[in-house]
């Protein structure tokens, strides 16, 4: 019994202990319900930056991705700033640069704002114009492909400008050249400029007038080979090339009525090479002398003066659209004297001009013609060599009779010609190719 009581009171004291135990627990830190903190709803944002308003505090615009809403955000004393990840300041925040960025409260205030760089836009078309600074682009306008829009670029010294696969300057950049271009930020800086190569415009004729400036050829009007068009007036520049002969020669060699051969890119078109056939004097007139050397020519029959063409060792003769000797000249043909500026009285060539005349036979005598020809009577002499023609066959003078229409060729005479020694006569007028000839031709 003496045990159980022993027992009990050992229990009894640990129990005591404990309750001290806890109790001195208690006193320390009682214990008292769980705090709540309050929480903030954050607001993220994604876009681009379209306004930055210097302040206390500092704001700025973002017009968000995808949406046609503009938010308003300011730059607290806490608001963490990055540039493409990195630390930066407030003055990272650019117009046109791209954004995300974590706000709160109201009005928005920046936590976190992360600057991902310039927003970068492609586009392609044909330049409209070019802005220049003395001398130098510094900015152009663009035809955007498949749209009536045109965008207006600015070029600075950072820009890239590229033609068939390498580094060129900005001037290739012309109006009417085709581009591909990456630019960045609000207006818009070229960064990168591709210039398609343009297709060059040829244009051939005779030179009609040089524009100069202070003594300098600047443009040439030609006229081009088809009458029909309208003159084509071409810039030159200090880059232009010219060629003579297959020689490189100046802008000198370049005279009125010269051949060329222009070939010119941009609008208004610029010449890049320039090809001249020397310009020449062309005189026509009747034969009043000729020799192996030289032959003198009366160009007016209203006027007794003279021409005399001294006659190149390289001289050629035409007649008929044949190449003919010089004994095809005769007295008294109308000739056509070609010679280059160079040396105006060294003619190079001598074209026999033909006449035709058109009419019906009056009177057949063995082979000679009488023929009423623009109300007029003419005699029409044929010899052995005469080539007769009927409905583009091989004919012969036995064709021929009082009333039949026909048109006789031969060496062209003064004027009126009252007589002619026929090379080639057309009978009838089906299938007549002597109808398409006509007089100095």
Known sequence: MKRIWQALAGSLSALTLAVVSLGG?????????????????????????????????????????????????????NTVVLSQGSPATAAALVVGDRVTLAANGSPL??????????????????????????????????????????????????????????????????????????????????????????????????????VSSNGT????????????????????????????????VTVSSLQVNSRVTVTA????????????????VVEAGIVTASSTSAITVQPSMSNPATETFNLASTVTYHEGGRVVTSAAVGIGDVVMMSAPAQSPAMATDVRILNTALIGRVTSVNAGVLSVWSHNRS??????????????????SLADIHVGTFLVAVGPATPLSPSAMTAQKVFIGRDDNPGLQHWRWH
């Open 378 to 395: 003419v005699t029409i002499t044929t010899t052995s060599s005469t080539l007769f023609w009927k409905a583009e066959h091989h004919s």
């Open 25 to 77: 627990v208690a006193s320390a830190a009682p214990l008292r319900p769980a705090e709540h903190r309050a929480t903030h709803v954050l607001t993220r944002v994604s876009g681009v930056i379209t306004a930055v308003n210097a302040g206390s505090p500092e704001t700025f615009t973002v017009l968000e991705n995808h949406s046609t809403a503009s938010v308003s955000v300011a730059v607290g004393a």
């Open 217 to 248: 050829p600047t443009q040439v009007v030609i006229q081009p080979a088809d009458l029909a068009m309208t003159p084509v007036t071409v810039a030159l520049s200090s880059s232009t090339a010219y060629e003579m002969g297959g020689q490189t």
């Open 109 to 210: 205030t920046a936590t976190m704002v992360d600057v991902l760089g310039p927003v970068v836009v492609h586009l392609s078309g044909t330049v409209t114009s070019v802005a220049t600074t003395s001398g130098a682009a510094s900015g152009f306008s663009v035809l955007v492909d498949g749209s009536h829009a045109t965008v207006a670029l600015a070029v600075t010294s950072q820009t890239i400008f590229r033609q068939a696969g390498v580094v060129v300057t900005a001037s290739v950049l012309l109006q009417g050249s085709h581009v591909n271009v990456v630019a960045v930020g609000s207006p818009l800086s070229a960064s990168l400029v591709t210039v398609t190569p343009p297709k060059p415009t040829v244009i051939e004729g005779a030179v009609s007038s040089v």
């Open 265 to 280: 890119l941009g609008s208004p078109l610029t010449a890049t090479r320039v090809r001249i056939s020397a310009a020449r």
